[in-house]
């Protein structure tokens, strides 16, 4: 039967069809990886247990130091270890998948003074977690990282006693530990740093052997965790702040505007039947060398001053589209999966709101740049009058757009 667990040696499996039990590797990380008694649970493992099952493969699960768990791997004796943020050293003999968790970092001190973007040169004492993907992050960046420790409660200690100055953490896992801690050791100050996924790293032999493999895998990750984080409300705030401060004028523009009117007038009298057509038609183009309807939307002037705007924003816009009073596409930044975009909350929650604010999606994992995003679409009403004429969908990094929000308005320079 598959998706059966075998922590330390607890318990020996029998032989799968694929051959032998595939042999993974962690530590005990809560809340991704916990031991309760002679019981391994937690979000990761979980997550595991649904995604082999559907995979029919049989695994086993080892509990060992952090540093053995990769090594094995590294040797040949395991087919992976989890859960891991993508780390320099493990690159050359393992391939990350697609994500099981979503980590927020932040800098963790009491004194005001967010530490440098990187380490070369910081006077700061900074102190870590050996073996965590934390401290393999700071090393790979040139912090200088002393003392490290075997837990997160001696970090806060430490911090207390002004014995470091800041630590980086994950803002869920300190959470759980602090409601184990009296109140003053909470550090009296927090930034944020990054989102961090965090996958399992298989090892290249396995998936020599086996070239379908980490395919089939991611595919089963996004079946098991459909949504694998969402933003807070703080968040959601900041964000609409830096998209009113960047964006709210581009509804205005006249290429713009004058491109979904004329739009709307070809398409005065579309059928939904034909809509369905056109998207089909878009989706299939996408596999053939004539592109006729693609090539019309991409090559208009608006697509381009598109493209320059997303451009210009240096990553932190991840793709722009422009919609008619239907939800086709009018123009985009770079090629979309569909045509009709009229099915979707980020055209229909905007074209349909009584009040013009801007409607902001669920954070969603874009699997070709292995990063995370948020979808901010705005109505586009017709100068001089009240009523909606289209759609106006930007996708927005989300790691890049919080740290730009903390620029922005400490007084530093944004593109423009």
Not at 3 to 15: I, K, M, Q, S, V
Not at 72 to 90: P, Q
Not at 233 to 254: C, G, I, S, V
Request: glycine content about 6%; hydrophobic content about 40%; charged content about 20%.
């Amino acid at each position: 039967m598959p998706g059966r667990l075998w922590l330390a040696l607890l318990l020996t499996l029998p032989l799968a069809a694929h051959g032998a039990p595939l042999r993974l590797n962690t530590d005990i990380f809560p809340p991704y990886q916990v031991q309760e008694g002679d019981r391994l649970t937690g979000s990761s493992i979980k997550a595991l247990a649904c995604i082999f099952s559907a995979m029919d493969r049989d695994y086993e699960i080892r509990v060992l130091p952090w540093q053995r768990a990769v090594h094995d791997v590294s040797l040949g004796r395991a087919e992976g270890f989890f859960s891991a943020t993508r780390m320099n050293r493990a690159n050359d003999f393992a391939t990350l998948s697609a994500p099981l968790a979503l980590e927020k970092w932040y800098w963790y001190s009491n004194t005001p003074v967010r530490p440098p973007a990187f380490g070369s040169g910081s006077k700061l004492r900074i102190g870590g977690v050996r073996g965590s993907n934390q401290v393999d992050w700071l090393l790979q960046h040139g912090y200088e990282v002393d003392p490290m420790v075997t837990t997160t409660s001696q970090l806060l200690h430490l911090l207390k006693r002004g014995r470091i100055d800041a630590f980086l953490a994950d803002q869920q896992t300190l959470r759980i530990e602090l409601t184990q801690q009296p109140l003053d050791l909470r550090p009296r100050n927090a930034y944020f740093q990054q989102y961090t996924t965090l996958g399992v790293y298989f090892a290249n032999a396995l998936l020599g052997r086996e070239p379908g493999f980490l395919e089939q895998f991611n595919r089963q990750v996004y079946q098991c965790i459909p949504e694998i984080s969402v933003l807070q409300a703080d968040e959601r705030e900041r964000l609409q702040k830096l998209h009113t401060t960047l964006f709210a004028n581009w509804r205005h523009e006249p290429v713009l505007i004058e491109g979904i009117l004329q739009q709307n007038q070809r398409h005065a009298n579309i059928s939904l039947s034909r809509i369905h057509e056109l998207d089909q038609q878009w989706q299939a183009e996408q596999q053939q060398a004539d592109k006729p309807l693609i090539s019309g939307v991409l090559g208009s002037p608006l697509s381009a001053w598109l493209a320059r705007q997303q451009a210009s924003y240096n990553g932190l816009v991840s793709e722009i589209m422009v919609t008619d009073q239907h939800g086709l596409n009018v123009a985009a930044s770079e090629l979309t999966t569909d045509y009709w975009q009229g099915d979707e909350a980020k055209f229909a929650e905007p074209f349909f709101a009584s009040q013009d604010r801007p409607f902001m999606g669920p954070l969603s994992y874009d699997q070709s740049t292995q990063r995370y995003q948020v979808h901010i679409s705005t109505a586009i009403r017709r100068p001089g009058g009240d009523d909606v004429i289209g759609v106006m969908v930007l996708g927005i990094d989300i790691e890049r757009a919080l740290k730009m929000e903390n620029s922005l308005f400490d007084g530093e320079s944004i593109p423009q």
